[in-house]
């Protein structure tokens, strides 16, 4: 499909520094294109796409979810079904002892395993208790390089075994 431009018809409204100061350009004197949809399309996502990256790299929050996901692009890229224990251990939000007693909902943020407070880099990497259930993703890791591997490893060399760990951690008796 292609979409015919009459530059007659067409104004562009370009902001300058800061958002009012519009001045209007007229296309009166362009010739007649034809521009493909599917161009103006991809246009829009790529803008958007970048538009959204500078956002994700100016917030000053999502620290945890930023370690799985540098870019946009990647978490886009990534398909995975996100359950409870997922979204917790990839925001850092919720279900973990060090998080629910920061809002004072728990006494202290000590793992049961008694080896430091109950963190998410504590479930991933040092949790005692998790043991059996992070060996198939520590073997896996240790196989394509070296343990421990970063989140971002994690979710892009090792996801399946990974998400499997997650989905095992048994918040609830921990």
């Not at 850092?92 to 080896?115: D, V, W």
């Amino acid at each position: 499909m292609e979409l015919l431009v009459k530059p007659e018809m067409l104004t562009l409204n370009i902001y300058g520094p800061t958002f009012g100061n519009a001045e209007t350009v007229s296309f009166s004197d362009v010739a007649f294109r034809r521009i493909p949809i599917s161009t103006l399309y991809q246009e829009i996502q790529q803008e958007s796409l970048q538009r959204w990256q500078k956002e994700w790299e100016n917030c000053t929050k999502a620290v945890i979810t930023k370690q799985y996901f540098p870019t946009v692009q990647e978490r886009l890229k990534t398909k995975m079904r996100v359950t409870q224990n997922i979204a917790a251990m990839m925001t850092g939000h919720g279900k973990t002892r060090a998080y629910l007693h920061r809002f004072k909902i728990l006494e202290n943020a000590t793992c049961p395993c008694e080896q430091g407070d109950q963190t998410i880099d504590h479930l991933l990497y040092q949790c005692t208790l998790l043991e059996p259930q992070r060996q198939k993703t520590k073997k896996n890791a240790i196989k394509a390089g070296h343990w421990p591997a970063s989140k971002q490893q994690l979710i892009t060399k090792h996801r399946d075994s990974f998400l499997t760990f997650l989905e095992s951690i048994d918040f609830d008796n921990l």
